[in-house]
């Protein structure tokens, strides 16, 4: 079967990937960066009140932390998509009447209807990315040390450091990226 061809405008294919589950490179970097730092947070914790101690077991922090990044950043990534469109319906408004005030009665005379349409949809869509890559990040790092002090002070607790470490970092950034899949938030 041959690819079908595009039949899009080139500012039809720019809408279509601006809410499309697709990350722009800034937006990867910001979940990487992120990512890294909320798993390498469980290393003190570990070094510290775990007693691990860390030039012993650097591998395994490595690896840990790398691992949970990785699962860290699909979340963020899943729960940005579900955020963004919420938050551009229910920012839509606002939005629309802030534009249009921005906009003198000259200005408004020389733009046609489509242009201010246009305006208002970048604009709603860059609201909506900037908020909703925000709401991402805060509420699966909550999610993820929530789990990991629940895992590794509750139900591992009688563990030794290093089974309780790697259980608890898999557990939590695992269980924090499937809770990102769900499509039945309000």
Known sequence: MAPKSSNFSKEEELLLQDFGRDLSKKSAVIFYIHAIFVSAIPIWLFSRIHQMDITENAILFAVGTLVSSYLVSIAYK????????KIAQKRGDGIAAEMFSKLSEAESKKISRKEKEERVLWRKNEVAEAESMQLAVFFSNSMFLILLIIISFFFFKNYSAIPNYAVSMLAA????ALLSTSSNKN
Do not use: A
């Open 173 to 176: 950034s695992g269980i924090t």
């Open 78 to 85: 899943n729960n940005k998509f579900q955020m963004k469109h």
